[in-house]
């Protein structure tokens, strides 16, 4: 039964006044963080005719990144197409790694071992910058150290186990094999690591988005970048008029555009919930199984209440037909293990895994200097944002680093021909709108059930179709607007995903995700 509160003798829906008061996300189910704050009110900032940087971004990257920019003496302005935190950082799980997604085998392996201690060296940094942000900022996020367990739970689980041990270690990170986990799951054998920790995200990255303006930095909310020219100064053409600035920084979790740095980039979306014990037996550190996808879990403390976060079901976006079964499937293996009291939010996000296991830092490829990306985070984001933050600081303050070559993303060739990185209008062009689709012509795919969505052929024609809980039809051109994939229906989060380079759009053609800069047309 719905809940009501009354103001003046009228009865408001609590669950409506909630989705409309707090912070948005890009995804239709509520994440444990967004349920907790409202959108960030930016201060007033005076107009200026050129910025030194412009950080395109309004998550836990760009925010770090402009901060430190701002620190050093840069006048920065953030542009962000909708509202802080509306992409991933609001969907994360929020581990902050030094034991990261791409084992140091991989990346020694890749790299050498060298550069793995480098990796390690970078991301144990990142941590101390979030620390010490934390410290300067006073922000009250539910930061704790914590450790983190790595358990296998077969031989040949067990045998890459060891080998992970060796490399981490040759890394630098101070980790050990152990006879216990923090969790109610059998194991064989099992590693834990220390230096690792955990926060509420957006209470974080809320604390550095008010540091950072009263140093003096701007912020523009809901205003989006349609076109960026690169001569003397980057012209950055938005909703709002167009900005200049010396420096652009794409902090867009994956750049818009054609480039080759996002096509060697795949797509991901991994599952989350947030559930209360019946037993209070939360666990304190940060644990892993190995399996592919592997799970994850930890506790967090919010407004009083710990929740435990699982996490996992990892797949390629859009790749599957029933994005529900994943939420089933995280939900069963969670009360195999825990005495679930309530599943009390669930949600999925997204991420990008590089093609070599490590992030793109840097200079955009393809581009002149003066366009920088950070991309390709994988399941680390929290302790990458910061790395980035760190390498983009020295390439725009000119300044050297062990590694701004490491994380370099021209270590791919651009794509050949490509000029300009971003040239898109966000206007609707008149030539390539069909119209909608006349509603008489719906009436043949009445038999929807409402509340899904389906690619339907009709007359020579394919639509994106979605029937929404008043009955009322939604139609779309399937084609993602970025390289002219079939778009997919993604029934747990209502929006359309593609599965090429994971952008995705809303039901009414919105662009959720990039890399694509303008939405779906309607039909």
Not at 322 to 341: D, G, I, K, P
Not at 376 to 400: C, D, P, Q, R
Request: with cysteine.
């Amino acid at each position: 039964m719905p809940t009501y509160c009354c103001l003046k003798g009228i009865c408001f829906d609590r669950v409506l006044i909630k989705r409309f008061t707090m912070i948005k996300r890009d995804g239709h189910l509520i994440s444990l963080w967004q349920d907790t704050k409202q959108p960030y009110t930016t201060q007033p900032f005076a107009e200026r005719d050129e910025w030194d940087v412009i950080v395109v971004g309004g998550g836990i990257t760009g925010i770090s990144t402009a901060l430190r920019l701002q620190e050093a003496g840069k006048r920065c302005l953030i542009i962000e197409a909708e509202n802080l935190c509306f992409g991933t950082t609001s969907g994360t799980t929020a581990h902050i790694n030094t034991l990261l997604d791409t084992p140091y085998t991989t990346i020694a392996q890749n790299f050498g071992d060298d550069n793995a201690r480098l990796v390690a060296n970078a991301a144990k940094e990142a941590v101390e910058n979030i620390r010490t942000n934390i410290r300067k900022y006073n922000i009250n996020c539910g930061f704790s150290e914590a450790d983190a367990y790595l358990f296998a739970q077969d031989d040949s689980q067990e045998k890459e186990l060891e080998k992970i041990l060796a490399a981490a270690k040759a890394a630098g990170l101070s980790a050990a094999f152990t006879d216990k986990v923090p969790v109610p799951i059998s194991f064989t054998k099992a590693i834990s690591a220390k230096g690792q920790a955990k926060f509420q995200p957006l209470d974080y990255v809320i604390g550095l988005a008010e540091a950072y303006e009263q140093l003096g930095g701007a912020i523009m909310q809901h205003c989006r970048v349609t076109g960026v020219e690169n001569n003397e100064l980057v012209a950055v053409e938005t909703t709002q008029g167009i900005f200049k600035a010396r420096d652009l920084v794409y902090a867009t979790h994956i750049p818009p555009g054609v480039n080759l740095v996002h096509l060697r980039c795949l797509p991901y979306r991994s599952y989350a919930m947030a559930v209360l014990l019946s037993d209070g037996k939360y666990p304190e550190d940060l644990s892993y199984d190995m399996h592919d996808p592997y799970h994850y879990y930890r506790t967090q403390v919010v407004d009083g209440q710990p929740y435990l976060i699982a996490g996992g079901k990892d797949h390629r976006t859009g790749d599957a037909e029933n994005t529900e079964q994943y939420f089933l499937q995280l939900e069963a293996t969670v009360r195999n293990h825990f005495a679930v009291a309530e599943v009390k939010y669930k949600w999925s996000s997204q991420y990008y895994e590089s093609s070599d296991g490590l992030p793109y830092i840097g200079s955009l490829p393809g581009q002149p200097d003066h366009i920088y990306v950070a991309t390709g985070f994988g399941g680390n984001g929290m302790t990458y944002s910061h790395v980035a933050a760190a390498i983009l600081e020295k390439l725009i303050l000119n300044e050297g680093s062990l590694y701004i070559p490491l994380f370099d993303p021209n270590r791919l060739k651009p794509v050949a021909g490509f000029k300009n990185f971003m040239k898109h209008n966000i206007t609707v062009v008149k030539d390539l709108v069909s119209g909608l689709f006349p509603a008489d012509k719906l009436e043949s795919l009445s038999g929807m059930a409402r509340g899904e969505g389906r690619i339907v052929d009709y007359e020579d024609d394919k639509l994106a179709v979605y029937k929404d809980e008043e009955g009322i039809m939604h139609a779309l051109h399937p084609l993602c607007t970025h390289l002219k994939c079939e778009v997919q229906w993604n029934g747990a989060e209502r929006s359309w995903d593609c599965p090429c380079h994971g952008a995705r759009y809303d039901i009414d053609g919105n662009v959720l995700n990039g890399p694509a800069d303008r939405g779906l047309e309607k039909r």
